[in-house]
Each structure stands twice: as structure tokens, then as C-alpha cells.
């Protein structure tokens, strides 16, 4: 099978459990996870240059101009994008790169490398996202109106992706295996594999 690290990009609206199915995928040892930058503040309990690399706008802008960002995308005020080196250097030593990333920075991923596998999670339906971003507690009402709106419109990039993973409450290891699968899977397609013919002729 191929050496050759993948690209993997996950989006979804705001209260999908992006975030904890991730977690579940890097505990496999399968990927590295490219850390994205914003603007935004930290949530209780997020670390820097963990979850994400936490600067300021001016500092977001400066980075854009010198093209250091691979894609980057402004959401509900703030930016958020990936930074370009960690994401080229995994790749050309054979790993698997997840980017956790809006749905407007994974098109832009989709256009410069098209040979990226896109995978959109969502939850069951919109009433069980409503009531996971109320449950958050971390928002106000008009933020959450903000995300339901936006979360209505990702949805409609549905056919823009290759793969589309529900997560279920409380079933969030089972949607990483859904992942993990489609990862493996990937790595066996046979266009990845065409160099196998040399073995054989």
C-alpha cells in the first residue's frame, strides 16, 4: 500500500462533536493533527498550541500577507486557517494529516489539493444541534442563532464532500471508527497504488 501521507479535512456546524470524534482518531496513533490558528478566545479547558494557536487579528492578517496560511476563513467574526509548513513537512514524512476545519477553508483545501479526502460530520438532525450548543452553556443566545444559521447553510456543501459521518449522542467512538475505516480504505484505492505495478511486470 502507499507510503505516501494523506490529507484528511473534517468539517461540520458548530456542535457536531468534531472536536471529541478527533480526539478519539489521534488515541489511534494513525494521524497527526495539524493545529489551526484563530482569532477567537480560548473556551474553558483549551490550551495554546493545542487545541488551537490563539492570536490576534493583526497578527492572523500578518501571517495571510506573508502566505503563510494554507487556507484560511473568517466564521461568526473570527478567522481561523492552517498554518502551511506543519501540514507540508507530516505529509512528506508518510503521515496522516487531520485538519479540523470550517467548511469555506475545506473548498479552499479542495482546490489546491484536490487529492484531499473531505469528510463533513453532522449530527442526527438540526433540533439535537440546537440543544448540544444551548447545552454548552459557553454561548449567548445570539451566538447560538448565529451558529444555527451558518449551520444551515454548511449543510447545503453536503455534495461537495467525499464522506459524510453522523455522530450520535454519546457515540462518538463509533463515528472515529467510521473514519478510521474511510482512512484505510483511502490508503487502498488504486489510483494511490499504481507504483504496485512495478512489483509485477
Do not use: C
Not at 495539524?34 to 493545542?50: C, I, K, L
Amino acid at each position: 500500500m502507499t507510503d505516501k501521507g494523506l490529507l484528511f479535512v473534517i468539517s461540520g456546524p458548530a456542535g457536531t462533536g468534531k472536536g471529541t470524534v478527533v480526539k478519539h482518531l489521534l488515541e489511534t496513533g494513525e494521524f497527526f493533527f495539524s493545529v489551526s490558528a484563530t482569532t477567537r478566545s480560548p473556551r474553558p479547558g483549551e490550551v495554546h498550541g493545542v487545541n488551537y494557536y490563539f492570536i490576534t487579528k493583526e497578527e492572523f492578517e500578518q501571517k495571510i500577507a506573508a502566505g503563510e496560511m494554507l487556507e484560511y476563513a473568517e466564521y461568526v467574526g473570527n478567522y481561523y486557517g492552517t498554518p502551511k509548513s506543519a501540514v507540508e513537512e507530516a505529509l512528506a514524512a508518510g503521515k496522516n494529516v487531520i485538519l479540523e476545519i470550517e467548511t469555506q477553508g475545506a473548498l479552499q483545501i479542495r482546490e489546491i489539493m484536490p487529492e484531499a479526502v473531505l469528510i463533513l460530520i453532522l449530527a442526527p438532525d438540526i433540533e439535537t444541534l440546537e440543544a448540544r450548543l444551548v447545552g454548552r452553556g459557553t454561548e449567548s443566545a445570539d451566538v447560538v442563532a448565529k451558529r444555527m444559521a451558518q449551520a444551515r447553510r454548511e449543510v447545503t456543501l453536503i455534495n461537495k464532500y467525499d464522506y459524510v459521518v453522523i455522530n450520535e449522542d454519546g457515540k462518538s467512538e463509533e463515528a472515529a471508527k467510521d473514519i478510521l475505516g474511510i482512512a484505510r480504505s483511502e490508503k487502498m484505492r488504486a489510483f494511490r497504488n499504481i507504483g504496485l505495478k512495478k512489483n509485477f511486470i
